[in-house]
C-alpha cells in the first residue's frame, strides 16, 4: 500500500535584505523549483502566505530550509515572524489561489499598451503579495490590492493565472506636449526672434514656471 504523503511540514525560515533575491528552498524540502507553499502566519492557520519556489540550493544540516524576501515581514504582522520554524503547505492545486484581479502601482515612469501587455505576460503562473515589487524589462511596480472571486474577495496573497485580470494605476501624473516642427517654425516675428525660440525659450518655460507655482 503507498503511503500517503504528509500535507503539512515545519521549516526554519530565513531572510533576504535584498527584495530582489529569489526565493529559495534547499533540497531537504520536498519543495522544488515553481511549486506553491503556503505559510501559516498564526497557529490556528487563519492567515496565511501564498509563495512560490523560485530557486533550489543544496542545504547543510542546521541551516535554514527555506529564504523569502526580509520585506514580508513589514507588510504581514511581526509577530507572526517572531519564531524561525513556521508550518508550510504545499499546494497541489494552484487554482485553488488563482487570483481574479490584481492591481499594480507604477510611479515616475510611462508604461505603452504594449509595456502593460508585456508586464502581465511575464507575470504568468507567479504569486503575489501585497508591497511585492517587480522590476521587469527595466518596468518598476509595486502590487497594491488583490482580489478573488469569492468572499473574502479581498486578500493579501495568491496566485496568477491566464484568467487573472492585472490593472495597472499610475501614481505620477504625465503630460506629452507634441510641437510640430514645420518650416514655420525657423521664420522670424517682428520682434526679430524665430518662432522655434519662442515656442522652447517662452511658451515652454512659461508653462513649466506656473506648474512649479501650484
Sequence with gaps: MKKKEKKFFFFFLSYYLDASVPTL???????????LFVINLNDDGTQKLVMQVDEERPGQPQNPEIFIDESIKRTFSVISFM????TIQKVAVKE????????????EQYLSRGDMW????????TNAYLKK???????????YGLWVDAAPYRVSSGYITKDTKIVFRSLSACCTIFLQMSKEMWDFDHHGDTYYEKAVDGFLADLFTRWKAR
Aim: no cysteine; glycine share 4%.
Design 25 to 35: 528552498v534547499t533540497n531537504r524540502t520536498n519543495l522544488r523549483k515553481g511549486d
Design 83 to 86: 519564531r524561525n520554524f513556521h
Design 96 to 107: 485553488k489561489f488563482a487570483l481574479y484581479l490584481v492591481e499594480v502601482q507604477v510611479k
Design 118 to 125: 508585456r508586464f502581465s505576460r511575464k507575470l504568468l503562473n
Design 133 to 143: 515589487s517587480f522590476d521587469i524589462y527595466g518596468m518598476r511596480a509595486m502590487v
